[in-house]
């Protein structure tokens, strides 16, 4: 077993029949304060009282930790408001607070515990850089249906997750997406105001670009309003609304890249034949400085070697600390 990928035993409380012990169990917990600091900062106390306890969607189970790395699955509430997004957040088991908080979206139909998500996380963690990841809605251990999720829907969800970092321990300063979560994190950066630095692996320019992983399908769905498609041997449901709004945030994306006001790192395979290197040079070069490029020279498009996973993940830690340390 990969120690860097250690695993908590700790088991996240997300079926139905097991919600009202989950909550009853926050609620029962939550009174006691839990102290966060952040380097350079002083210590900040989240303790709430029995009544927001009540309201608070989030569920928090024990973490765990290894030598470098404490775990703990929590819950929040997505986009929505309602649905329950699954989430893991990785902090320096080194005793010192951590330098900054980061926010991590995975890759279209991946989920938070896809290789290239975890590497990269404990690549953050190792150098200092606490880490969110989640599963969007309707993928992984997160509630509600993928059929009735949209790009706009995971902007929102990538929000959310950043509002519950803020409410919890400190607002995200570095935002980091893969594949499609890249062009979410774009949408969503102008909507984190502290988030000081977003870094993209593998993105397309155009959210609508991932309309070629259904290419085949695509007059069906426009057709009858859905269709199932095979997505890496995997069935999901494409409604017409999907390809509606995905084709819809086009127009937009050249502006939200030139508007990001953060500094923006743009990371890509050369050789990569899911999302081409042409979308890495439409994005840096819509963007405006501080900006910076990083070939993942040999890589594949999912990251998929460990050797490759962590490098990017030591590189953006390296690269956001221009910017985030000594941040507030």
């Known amino acids: 077993e990969d120690p860097i990928l250690k695993k908590t035993t700790a088991p996240v409380s997300m079926l139905p029949a097991r ?10 917990s ?8 952040l380097a350079g900062g002083s210590a900040r106390s989240f303790s709430d009282d029995a009544a927001s306890c009540a309201s608070m969607p989030a569920q928090h189970v024990p973490p765990t930790s290894d030598a470098t790395t404490t775990r703990e699955k929590l819950e929040f509430a997505g986009a929505d408001g309602t649905t329950r997004l699954a989430a893991l957040l990785e902090t320096p088991a080194s005793g010192g607070p951590p330098k900054a908080f980061a926010l991590f979206a995975h890759c279209f139909t991946c989920g938070k515990d896809v ?4 590497y990269i996380s404990a690549a953050l963690t190792r150098n200092g850089i606490a880490c969110l990841r989640f599963d969007f809605t309707g993928l992984g251990m997160s509630d509600g249906e993928f059929a009735n999720t949209n790009f706009s829907s995971n902007v929102g969800d990538l929000v959310a997750a950043a509002d519950h970092l803020r409410k919890q321990y400190a607002a995200p300063q570095l935002l980091v997406g893969h594949s499609l979560g890249g062009a979410a994190v774009l949408h969503a950066a102008d909507r984190v105001a502290e988030a000081r630095a ?11 670009h991932v309309l070629h992983n259904f290419e085949a399908d695509l007059s069906t769905i426009e057709a009858t309003g859905q269709a199932t498609v095979s997505l890496a041997g995997r069935a999901f449901t ?12 086009t127009d937009g994306t050249p502006a939200k890249v030139q508007r990001l006001q953060k500094a923006l790192l743009v ?5 990569d034949e ?9 994005t840096f070069f819509a963007a405006k400085h501080p900006k910076s490029f990083v070939s993942l020279d040999g890589a594949n498009h999912l990251l998929s070697s460990r050797k490759d996973a962590l490098y990017a993940g030591d590189v953006i830690a390296t690269w956001a600390q221009r910017y985030i340390l000594g941040a507030g």
């Open 115 to 118: 290789m290239s998500a975890k």
């Open 267 to 271: 990371m890509h395979a050369p050789l």
């Open 198 to 208: 977003v870094a993209v692996l593998g993105a397309p320019f155009d959210p609508a």
């Open 19 to 28: 919600r009202a012990a989950a909550l009853a169990r926050r609620a029962s």
């Open 238 to 249: 494409i409604t017409k609304h999907f390809l509606d709004d995905v084709r819809s945030q």
């Open 274 to 282: 899911t999302v081409g290197i042409d979308n890495a040079s439409q």
């Open 30 to 37: 939550c009174v006691q304060p839990r102290v966060f600091a």
